[in-house]
């Protein structure tokens, strides 16, 4: 039923280590997108990845890298973790054509950083 | 001058208020606008879509787009109390490319 659906929900790591976040829709959407949303709620593009391009929001370290094996699914790896990555990370999918019903977007994982 | 403009509020109304959220833009390219509600620690919801400027409205809630003014808005009649989240205003260009927030009002509706 879920439309857009990320795990995990909660992820508590140390400084230093290497996790990876998965998403997944069903919606039959062409479009993925990660974004960060800070403590002060505010919700910034890290990435959008169709079947045929990557857009890399130019102000995400490197140490961020999306992973997707087909259009239903857009991972996102991050290696060497650091405080200020805690953050929610939320998944969102859109069609390419027609946005009547808007972007989906995941509940979110919660990533803290200790 | 960031690209999506909103005032961040906190914004307190009591129960029944007639309620106004606005938005300004420096991007002309924008074309499709949304407002999204957030609870706290869920994920964002699909309030109000609009495609280019005018006008629409879905039972209490109005959405408003003045493209010559690069201002939206977002009306709330009669709020109720389970009102209570932060809405954000969002938009993009195109479909299939990056949804561009604003930094989300906190509203608080008392009963």
């Known amino acids: 039923d879920t439309a857009v659906s990320q795990t995990p929900k909660y992820l508590v790591t140390q400084m230093g280590n290497d996790k990876s976040i998965k998403c997944e829709q069903n919606?039959?959407?062409?479009?993925m997108y990660w974004y960060k949303q800070d403590s002060k709620k505010f919700l910034k593009i890290m990435f959008s990845y169709n079947n045929k391009e990557l857009i890399i929001n130019e102000t995400v370290p490197n140490r961020f890298s999306p992973k997707s094996p087909d259009k239903a699914h857009l991972n996102l790896h991050i290696n060497s973790l650091e405080l200020g990555d805690s953050a929610v990370y939320f998944c969102a999918s859109s069609p390419t054509q027609g946005l009547s019903g808007g972007y989906t977007f995941g509940s979110g994982t919660r990533l803290t950083v200790v | 001058q960031k690209e999506v403009e909103q005032d961040p509020g906190p914004l307190s109304v009591p129960e029944g208020a007639i309620v106004s959220l606005n938005c300004t833009y420096s991007n002309s390219a924008f074309q499709y606008f949304m407002w999204y509600r957030q609870y706290s620690r869920k994920g964002p919801e699909l309030l109000m879509y609009t495609y280019s400027s005018g006008n629409k409205e879905d039972g209490r809630f109005t959405a408003q787009v003045d493209k010559s003014s690069k201002y939206i808005s977002l009306f709330i009649r009669d709020s109720q109390p389970s009102d209570s989240a932060t809405y954000l205003c969002a938009m993009s260009s195109q479909a299939g490319t990056a949804l561009i927030f604003g930094k989300g009002t906190t509203l608080s509706v008392s009963s």
């Open positions: 919606l039959g959407h062409d479009t």
